[in-house]
């Protein structure tokens, strides 16, 4: 009996320390339990505040890449007006350029055409300018005679024997410019000449004092490689009407006075000698 | 900025005053001017230049002359030449070209287009 009991309560010992281990295991599930169910609440939270932060991440570069768009649009609008500001500028220094031949032709023409007051002196210099700083080949020019009403042939640079060396006042288109005082242009590709034409000239520019009428320039034909009348020509055109006009009529003024000088002199000279 | 010496062989006043306020424009510039081929080797004689300028059409000693006479002087041989003339036909280019000038310019002159050759001419010579 005895050892029947002491059986029975060896097993009961062992079932109640069977039963603490349970209960202890329990525990430790539980705490076990606990802690993850912990873990897991501060994963959940952890993760809660990551995607807040990826939201603000996400937001923050597309700010940024929203401003850099707008910056690089602003740049490249800026640098389409700097080059638009470029091309104008090209285009103002060749204006200024051509503005600047324009002037250094003009300056020297007029220079040229002030240094003398020898008659012959001031034909060279105009048929110098035309077929210079004009490309003429074939020209003339004409004075003319109020006694006889007829323009005459002074000077003249290429032109054939077949030039008639004097027009009457309003006869043909040179006769009508020296009448009327108006220039002639002739029109078309100046350059496309079989041989000039001496009754059909392509320019003729009247030389005029005031309204007054002295003589023309009459160019025939330009040289092999001047395409067409430029800016410049017109107003080296303009310039002659007026500039040459003064130059060759002072010149002439000059050289009659230095002549009736020489013979008032002589004449002088010849009292005294009486 | 170094000096560059030009010799202008013109007959004509204008041209030369005109070609010389072109030549003006490039700093360092001194400019003598000659009447004719024969004034120009006279002038040659006494002092040196860089580049000479020469037209064809001239009294007493033509350009082209000049250029062939300066290309066979061991003295001058190298001075580059420029020919600026009313002869603008391909014929006397090409004719220009072969006695030795190292650019031919026809006229009427466009500045612009006379100071870039001068400029390329100096530009190659450095």
């Known amino acids: ?274 | 900025m170094p000096d560059y010496n030009f010799l202008v062989v013109e007959d004509s006043p204008t041209m030369r005053q005109l070609i010389s306020f072109a030549l003006k424009r490039i700093p360092g510039s001194k400019i003598v001017e000659a009447n004719d081929g024969i004034d120009a080797l006279k002038k040659l004689s006494t002092q040196k230049f860089d580049v000479i300028l020469t037209d064809i059409n001239m009294p007493i000693m033509d350009g082209l002359k000049l250029v062939s006479m300066v290309r066979n002087d061991p003295a001058h041989k190298n001075i580059p030449i420029v020919i600026i003339t009313t002869e603008g036909a391909e014929e006397d280019r090409k004719r220009g070209l072969a006695l030795g000038a190292n650019a031919y310019i026809a006229k009427p002159i466009q500045t612009a287009d006379l100071l870039t050759v001068v400029n390329d001419i100096l530009g190659n010579k450095s």
């Open chain 1, 1 to 274: 009996m005895d050892k029947e009991t002491g059986t029975i309560s060896k097993k009961v010992e062992e079932f109640l320390q069977v039963f603490k281990k349970g209960e202890e295991f329990t525990q430790e599930l539980l705490k076990e339990n606990e802690k993850l169910r912990y873990r897991l609440a501060q994963q959940e939270e952890g993760s809660k505040f990551t995607g807040r932060d990826e939201n603000f991440k996400l937001h923050t570069v597309e700010e940024r890449i929203k401003f850099l768009e707008e910056e690089n649009k602003n740049l490249l609008d800026r640098f389409r007006q700097v080059e638009e500001e470029n091309k104008d500028f090209a285009n103002r220094y060749v204006e200024v350029e051509a503005e600047n031949n324009n002037l250094a032709n003009l300056y020297v023409a007029s220079y040229q055409l002030h240094s003398t007051l020898d008659f012959t002196e001031s034909l060279k210099i105009i048929l110098e300018i035309v077929m210079n700083l004009i490309g003429a080949e074939e020209f003339s020019i004409m004075m003319l005679d109020e006694k006889t009403n007829e323009l005459t042939i002074v000077a003249q640079e290429g032109m054939g024997p077949e030039a008639r060396a004097s027009i009457k006042m309003g006869d043909g288109i040179i006769g009508k410019v020296a009448k009327s005082g108006e220039a002639f242009y002739r029109e078309g590709d100046p350059t496309n000449l079989k041989g000039a034409d001496y009754t059909h000239p392509l320019v003729s520019i009247p030389l005029k004092i005031k309204e007054h009428v002295i003589g023309v320039i009459v160019i025939y034909k330009l040289l092999v490689q001047k395409q067409a009348f430029s800016n410049v020509d017109y107003e080296l055109f303009s310039m002659l009407a007026g500039h040459a006009a003064t130059a060759l009529f002072s010149s002439k003024l000059y050289s009659q006075s230095e002549r009736k000088l020489t013979t008032i002199q002589s004449f002088l000279d010849l009292l005294k000698e009486k």
